[in-house]
């Protein structure tokens, strides 16, 4: 089992950043890929960004230029550097951890980003 907990989210200014952090704890296997979902309500869950233990990073086109996701391997960390945020960036964002040899991921409880004047 592998538990994630997020951490970062809140209410930001449009323009400002957010950084959210992932940690994950349990049986990790090496070979696998973590990184971030969001969802708004009423629309369906959608990949923001992912990233690979050789850090080979992933992007949704919505998000490109101005969110940078990372990790650190030895401290089991995903993070999620959020700048030039939207209004349409509000959301609840998901951690996960995909286990490659299974095609199995694991979610984190979410963080709410609320991105308002």
């Known amino acids: 089992q592998v538990q994630l907990v997020e951490s970062g989210g809140g209410l930001v200014q449009p323009g400002g950043s957010l950084r959210l952090s992932c940690v994950a704890s349990?049986?990790?296997?090496?070979?696998?890929?973590m990184g971030w979902y969001r969802q708004s309500p009423g629309k369906q869950r959608e990949l923001v960004a992912s990233v690979s233990s050789a850090d080979d990073t992933n992007y949704a086109d919505s998000v490109k230029g101005r969110f940078t996701a990372s990790r650190d391997n030895a401290k089991n960390t995903v993070y999620l550097q959020m700048n030039s945020l939207k209004p349409e960036d509000t959301a609840v964002y998901y951690c996960y951890l995909l286990v490659l040899r299974y095609q199995y991921k694991y979610w984190g409880q979410g963080t709410q980003v609320t991105v308002s004047s």
């Open positions: 349990g049986s990790i296997r090496s070979s696998n890929l």
